[in-house]
Nanobody, 122 residues
Framework: QFQLVESGGGLVQPGGSLTLSCTAS????????VGWFRQAPGKGREGVSC????????HYADSVKGRFTMSRDNAENTVYLQMNSLKPEDTAIYSC???????????????WGQGTQVTVSS
């Protein structure tokens, strides 16, 4: 059974940091591109970042570039999203997803985690 599980969300003050994890079971995550998406209340799902399979090239949305960093730990079958300098507008449910290639459209991703809540508030 292919499964992705996110963890690491929570409440953080503006300017703070969080690291999200996305761990796969039932398949080898390094063979897939992995994307992070977020959905704020009343808004559509937004692509945040993506890391390719193989060479692990990363891509970021302009809204998070310079603040968020994706990485892989192949031994742990896990992808991470390090989020720094968090802003209230980063508040959303963050979900990871796996696909053959990176794409900003969530429709291209076949496997999804359940999501983890990130709230940035003082």
């Amino acid at each position: 059974q292919f499964q992705l599980v996110e963890s690491g969300g929570g409440l953080v003050q503006p300017g703070g940091s969080l690291t999200l994890s996305c761990t796969a079971s039932g398949f080898t995550l390094r063979h897939y591109a992995v994307g992070w998406f977020r959905q704020a209340p009343g808004k559509g799902r937004e692509g945040v970042s993506c890391i390719t399979s193989g060479d692990g090239v990363t891509h970021y949305a302009d809204s998070v570039k310079g603040r968020f960093t994706m990485s892989r730990d192949n031994a742990e079958n896990t992808v991470y999203l390090q989020m720094n300098s968090l802003k209230p507008e980063d508040t959303a449910i963050y979900s990871c997803a796996a696909a053959i290639f990176c794409d900003w459209s969530p429709d291209e991703f076949e496997y999804w985690g359940q999501g983890t809540q990130v709230t940035v508030s003082s």
